[in-house]
């Protein structure tokens, strides 16, 4: 007889994870929001650091990383929470808020882990079509806030769409959420977003202790490797609550040390989103001249429906080209797994791989 799994398990959904860590070097790696900047320097002697103490646990409190980052956004140390990315925060706080008969809201197509949530919990999920400007509809969300609401996630700017909301609309919509509810803010691309200062939404924590800044280190700081995420949060309370259902010890020494002296280089950060936006145009650009309009992006990403015929099936034209991208060295992601069938999601790399992005597209299309 076989073991048995819980339903839990069953209902949870695979991930769809890139296929291309064991691909060779010369490979375009455009499948993942990664950077395709190495980690500073300086960053890297950090983490060489703290290699000869791994033989103890990391601090479980995180204490220096909160200080940093409390210095840094002027946020209490006692109102920030650290993860083993922003994932671990993301799921705790399924875990802390949900559970069956309770509800979770967010919009569709977004970050594809939010399913994870509901499924874990028990909880039922509502998921809200974006608009045609692969935008949060807003005003539909709030038509699904219930009684049995625990959880309102808005991922600002959205992946896999690229696009954002002015924080003006944002603010407005956290004012007409219900106190019950938590409102979690995802802003893991916001150093990316032109729409307003990456730090504008910091400001409304003071006002809503039920709200939630989710951001992370793997984007623009170049830390994916190393899984560390943090969230400003309008109360003690959501800190205390996500800790208390994970294991001690979620965020291990050397990225506690990466990225606690990565806070100290903005002038680098600054230089890196200067890049992408160059890159964002460039690709945008290029993909208009293959008649292709995408989304308009505020991360580090493009989001585009690709150009089919009328009576041709968008998942199975999605497939041949993904396929026939990774063939030539390109790695992109297919929208099926994102929400969105006939879409790509292509994540900025260097110039050199954003110029054979398109030229490979551009011979497939022609």
């Known amino acids: 007889m076989a073991i048995e799994f819980s339903a839990a398990v069953r209902r949870i959904p695979v991930y769809p994870a890139a296929a291309a860590y064991a691909l060779p070097e010369d490979v375009a790696l ?46 209490p140390a006692s109102r920030i929470a650290i993860g083993n990315g922003s994932c671990d925060i993301l799921l705790a706080a399924g ?16 970050f594809s882990v939010y399913p994870h949530i509901s499924a874990a919990t028990g909880a039922t999920a509502i998921q809200v079509p974006l608009n045609d400007r692969h935008e949060h509809d807003l005003e539909a ?4 806030i219930t009684v049995a609401t625990r959880l309102v996630v808005v991922c600002n700017p959205n992946n896999p769409t690229s696009t954002a909301l002015p924080l ?56 994916c490797g190393l899984r560390v995420g943090y969230a400003l949060c309008g109360s003690d309370a959501f800190v205390t609550a996500v800790n208390q259902v994970r294991q001690p010890f979620f965020c291990n020494a050397a990225a506690q040390a990466a990225a606690t002296e990565a806070l100290k280089h903005s002038d680098a950060v600054a ?8 890159a964002r145009v460039e690709l945008e650009d290029g993909l208009a001249e ?66 054979r992005f398109l030229r490979e597209l551009g011979d497939l299309l022609a």
């Open 271 to 278: 230089q890196r989103v200067e890049r992408a936006i160059i």
């Open 168 to 223: 003006a609309d944002v603010a407005a919509f956290v004012e007409r959420v219900p106190p019950h509810v938590c409102l979690l803010l995802d802003e893991a691309y916001c150093e990316y977003n032109m729409l307003d200062d990456p730090d504008a939404s910091i400001a409304l924590l003071a006002r809503h202790p039920n709200l939630v800044l989710l951001r992370t280190f793997s984007k623009v700081y170049g830390l």
């Open 141 to 144: 969300m709030l038509a699904e």
């Open 30 to 75: 455009l499948a993942s929001n990664e950077s395709p900047e190495p980690p500073i320097p300086a960053v890297v002697a950090a983490v060489q650091a703290v290699l000869t103490g791994v033989n103890r646990y990391p601090d479980p409190t995180n204490s220096k990383l909160r200080g940093a980052l409390s210095d840094r956004y002027d946020v």
């Open 290 to 355: 293959l008649g292709i309009r995408a989304a308009e992006s505020q991360a580090n990403f493009a989001w585009f429906d690709l150009p089919v015929d009328e009576d041709a099936d968008p998942a199975e034209a999605e497939r041949d080209i993904v396929r026939t991208l990774g063939e030539r060295g390109v790695q992109v992601r297919a929208g099926t797994a994102l929400g969105r069938p006939g879409a790509l999601r292509v994540t900025y790399g260097t110039p050199e791989q954003n110029a």
């Open 95 to 110: 875990e802390a808020l949900l559970e069956p008969g309770a509800e979770v809201v967010y919009a569709w197509p977004s």
